[in-house]
């Protein structure tokens, strides 16, 4: 599954689904594609009639050896990409994608450190992915989310996050708007949300933080200041391009 | 400007080496923080990606795609060290 491609392959839209008002899952049909591990990223290039490309990464919501490729994306208000992705992409269209990309911000059904996932906002795909893979696996390593978010409507992939077969449990952040019926006030993630939420440095867990940059910059800080080391943190950020 | 990590590079970085540059250590020729690519801070878009020591900010590589063709400059690494990992991936590359 870590093979590597070096040529841009061709994607056709084979499926979508709204995820919320704003944000869309997608899969392409990738002939040639060699398969990912969860966390990989893709690179997605779009050619406008008049030659200008543009190129912009994302996560993979999906993991395992087939062709297909399940993308969420979340239409970025001022975004070159993202809103012809979400709006105006149709079944059958095709874009340029190369990958699977970066075996950093991956995790192996092997590895047998404790995982804490922490995701701020669309944040959460490369994690489904995670999730996806160890419920498939059978993984008894432990693993959890920690999900931040506006609001409730905010929510990727709820029904699967919640649902019992899920062998990660997920904990609920809103930073806007809660629930009704919810015992916490919203608000951003504080220090000591994330000592109470997320598995303590004893237990020396590899902890992976993906969301907008000023999120993982103060997730990651806040982490190291409870004792976590920088290098059992790793991120991958996205910029609002 | 938002940074990003240097987790992009994977992409740019394809067809440059043969293993997967971002799960490379490094050491900056600045300050000497040994770090993997993957840590680096990077400025990308739109004429190319700028990646920084997560330190002291030193300029590490520099990748630019255009027109067909990428430019590589690495001037700011000491030296790169190429794990059994980043070689198992190449050498299933080929299978």
């Not at chain 1, 990223?41 to 779009?46: E, I, N, Q, S, T």
Request: aromatic content about 8%; some cysteine; proline content about 7%.
């Amino acid at each position: 599954m870590s093979r590597r491609t070096n040529a841009w392959l061709t994607g056709s839209l084979a499926r979508a689904h709204p995820l919320t008002a704003s944000a869309r899952s997608i899969t392409f049909a990738v002939p040639g594609w060699p398969g990912n591990d969860p966390g990989h990223h893709v690179d997605v290039r779009l050619t406008a009639p008049d030659g200008y490309q543009v190129v912009r990464s994302y996560s993979i919501a999906s993991t395992g050896t087939g062709e297909e490729i399940e993308l969420a994306i979340d239409r970025l208000p001022d975004g070159e990409v993202s809103p012809f992705l979400v709006d105006d992409l149709e079944l059958g269209d095709t874009v340029e994608l190369r990958g699977p990309l970066g075996g950093w911000f991956v995790w192996r059904p092997e590895q047998t450190q404790p995982v804490q996932l922490i995701a701020g906002g669309s944040g959460v795909v490369p994690f489904i992915a995670m999730t996806r893979a160890h419920a498939s696996a059978g993984n008894s390593i432990p693993m959890q989310l920690l999900y931040s978010l506006r609001a409730p409507c905010d929510a990727f992939f709820r029904d699967e996050l919640s649902q019992p077969s899920a062998t990660a449990p997920t904990t609920w952040h809103y930073t806007r708007t809660v629930p009704p019926g919810w015992s916490r006030s919203a608000g951003r993630l504080t220090v000591k949300d994330l000592k109470s939420e997320t598995l303590p440095p004893e237990q020396v867990p590899l902890t992976y933080i993906c969301g907008p940059t000023g999120f993982v910059e103060t997730v990651s800080r806040a982490l190291i200041s409870l004792g976590h080391a920088a290098d059992n943190i790793r991120t991958e950020r996205f910029g609002g391009i | 400007m938002n940074h990003l990590d240097g987790n992009v590079l994977a992409g740019p970085g394809m067809g440059l080496f043969a293993f997967d540059p971002t799960t490379t250590q490094c050491q900056c020729q600045s300050c000497a923080d040994i770090a993997t690519l993957g840590q680096a801070m990077v400025y990308g878009q739109p004429m190319g990606f700028v990646a920084r020591c997560r330190y002291c900010d030193n300029v590490l590589v520099v990748i630019v795609e255009h027109a067909g063709q990428k430019s590589l400059n690495m001037r700011g690494l000491r030296w790169l060290r190429v794990g059994d990992e980043a070689r198992n991936d190449r050498i299933s590359a080929g299978d």
